[in-house]
Nanobody, 116 residues
Framework: QVQLVESGGGLVQAGGSLRLSCATS????????MAWYRQAPGKQREVVAT???????NYAESVKGRFTISRDNAKNTVYLQMNSLKPEDTAVYLC??????????WGQGTQVTVSS
């Protein structure tokens, strides 16, 4: 059974930090590209950051220099370190992968709320 379980969200003041985790099972984690998306109320879901099996990373322009994606293949877990948070970062953050490059899987999401 495939599971992607996010954790680490919460309420934080602007300028603060959070670290999100996405623990996975049932997928070929070490060879999959992993991604974090976010969806704010009334807005389209957008990709925040991706990390390839080889550790190459990409970021949305809006989070470059503030967010860092990383992975631990021994724990089948991907992380998103979020620093210098802004109110506009408020959203549900979701973990995503396309297992073996074919079948897509989403986590259930974790809420991040940044107060001004």
């Amino acid at each position: 059974q495939v599971q992607l379980v996010e954790s680490g969200g919460g309420l934080v003041q602007a300028g603060g930090s959070l670290r999100l985790s996405c623990a996975t099972s049932g997928i070929a984690f070490s060879i999959n590209t992993m991604a974090w998306y976010r969806q704010a109320p009334g807005k389209q879901r957008e990709v925040v950051a991706t990390i390839s099996s080889g550790g190459n990373t990409n970021y949305a322009e809006s989070v470059k220099g503030r967010f860092t994606i990383s992975r631990d293949n021994a724990k089948n877990t991907v992380y998103l370190q979020m620093n210098s948070l802004k109110p506009e970062d408020t959203a549900v953050y979701l973990c995503f992968t396309r297992d073996l490059g074919v079948r897509p899987y989403w986590g259930q999401g974790t809420q991040v709320t940044v107060s001004s």
